[in-house]
């Protein structure tokens, strides 16, 4: 599969270069504010990848910097991409707004490290547990909205196999294979699926049991991606029911960094896994 452009994750590396560059010139934020024609808070915006600038202020920012050539070609080309939709936008709807920047930075992630107490990754979902999950909700959307976001779902795992899949790493409380999500024959499909995806390469799965005890992760589920370009920190992400915290600090990445290791420490390796998942399987015929 050829990469396909993750407007989020362009938008990130331009604001991390657009900082570095103001600061190397010895400008304050108000003094390229006053050029551009903005307030200083839109500069700031744009240094930490809150808003995207258009290719014009881009184009501004990079004179009063003194930076030409290629570097000059490269920053605005990377400017187009930031402002360019995603290939989720005719899905519209079907992403609530703050799930839209997960699947934007998922698309170019080289590693994901997730930990999923209740339920199998969405990445690593069947259709039919897709569905089940989605009936589960307090409020059901409509046939049509589920079709949508099982599409969505779908799509996304696209990535999984080819030239440019990452590296995914995921860590699995047992209670996310022995919940019969969807009924005996709906979760047996799922298992299936488990066993396929962890014969991948790039896919690592462990099974966290029940025998672990207390572990770090009690708090909840969390996804830690990784990008190829040394430039773009890797964030944190952490979902709730009405929302999303994305965490980019030093401190924030490194506490969840830790967490992951101590979790794929204390989990069954990944061919002890594969037998638990084979077992739960087996119980469901």
Known sequence: MSPRTSPT?????????????????????????????????????FEIARSGPRVGEVALMLELYGITGAQRDALLKMAKEARRRGWWHPYSGAIPTWFETYVSLEEEAATIRAYESE????????????RAVTLAEPVVPGAEEIDRRVAVRMERQARLSGDEAPAIWAVLNEAAVRRQVGGRE????????????SRLHNVTLQILPFEAGAHPGMDGAFTILGFPESMDPDVV??????????????????????????????????DESQALIAKVHQDLR
């Open 186 to 197: 709906t979760m047996r499909d799922q298992l299936e699926r488990l066993m396929e995806v």
């Open 237 to 270: 992400y952490v979902e709730y029911r009405a929302g999303s915290l994305y965490l980019e600090g030093r401190t924030e990445v490194d506490t969840y960094n830790l967490m992951f290791d101590h979790l794929r420490a204390r989990a069954l390796s990944p």
């Open 119 to 130: 339920c199998v990754p969405g990445l690593l979902q069947t259709a039919g547990y897709m």
């Open 9 to 45: 994750a362009r938008r990130r590396r331009l604001a991390a270069e657009l900082r570095r560059l103001r600061k190397e010139a010895g400008l304050t934020r108000e003094q390229v504010a006053e050029v551009i024609g903005c307030a200083p808070a839109t500069i700031t915006r």
